[in-house]
């Protein structure tokens, strides 16, 4: 199985500032690689796909990107609709797998 | 518009089978590309897909379950299932269904998710 490793657990942002979230593919997945947002009772919302392709409706403040195995979602100019846990999947072969998720929290 | 809905038995008992529908509608799961998939999500914890089924009737499943996984789909009532044999406790989590489509797809519809609680 291919491993997602997701980092930080877990960060503290203001608004307005710009963050970070990346996740450490195990092996080539070929720019297969979705970001997800999940607020509390809610399912996850698609925000990116194949590493920096932008789903219909968000935002342009949300942006991925990779580098070898190594992909990245930053959010610039953060609002505070943005606290939510934020998930890395690759869609590149089965069985597909997420990382453990980013949980940020606006000060 | 895409929307798509679980539902399930809300609670069960250990080693009883699991049984869960979704029933989609602003897509057909007879039309090329199309697919449905099964995700879930216990309590506080991450995401964990289980299954995919196809519009061919391709199906692909999370070896990490073995062999209690079947997905199977109804065309004509635009609904797809997925059962899970022999449950327990660590089976409780909330039940995702979510649209799939083209090669090698992320999951870009997601259902409201039903919780499914296996307690004796």
């Known amino acids: 199985d291919i491993q997602m490793t997701q980092s930080p657990a877990s960060l503290s942002a203001s608004l307005g500032e710009t963050v970070t979230i990346e996740c450490l593919a195990s092996?080539?997945?070929?720019?297969?690689l979705a970001w997800y947002q999940q607020k509390p009772g809610k399912s996850p919302q698609l925000l990116i796909y194949?590493?920096?392709s932008l789903q219909d409706g968000v935002p342009s403040r949300f942006s991925g990107s990779e580098s070898g195995t190594q992909y990245s979602l930053e959010i610039n100019s953060l609002q505070s609709e943005d606290a939510a846990t934020y998930f890395c999947?690759?869609?590149?072969?089965?069985?597909?797998?997420f990382g453990a998720g980013t949980k940020l929290e606006l000060k | 518009q895409v929307t798509l809905k679980e539902s399930g038995p809300g609670i069960l008992q250990p080693s009883q089978t699991l049984s869960l529908t979704c029933t989609f509608s602003?897509?057909?799961?007879?039309?090329?590309?199309?697919?449905v998939g099964w995700i879930r999500q216990p309590s506080g914890k991450g995401l964990e897909w289980l299954a995919n089924?196809?519009?061919?009737?391709?199906?692909y499943y999370n070896p990490s379950l073995k062999n209690r996984l079947t997905i199977s789909k109804d065309t004509s009532n635009n609904q797809a299932f997925l059962k899970i044999t022999n449950v327990d406790t660590a089976d409780t989590a909330t039940y995702y269904c979510?649209?799939?489509?083209?090669?090698?797809?992320?999951?870009?519809?997601w259902g409201q998710g039903t919780l499914v609680t296996v307690s004796s």
């Open positions: 979510a649209r799939i489509e083209g090669s090698s797809p992320p999951f870009a519809y």
């Open positions: 602003g897509f057909s799961l007879s039309t090329y590309g199309m697919g």
């Open positions: 089924i196809w519009w061919d009737d391709d199906k």
């Open positions: 092996e080539d997945i070929y720019s297969n």
């Open positions: 194949d590493a920096s």
């Open positions: 999947q690759q869609h590149h072969d089965y069985p597909y797998t």
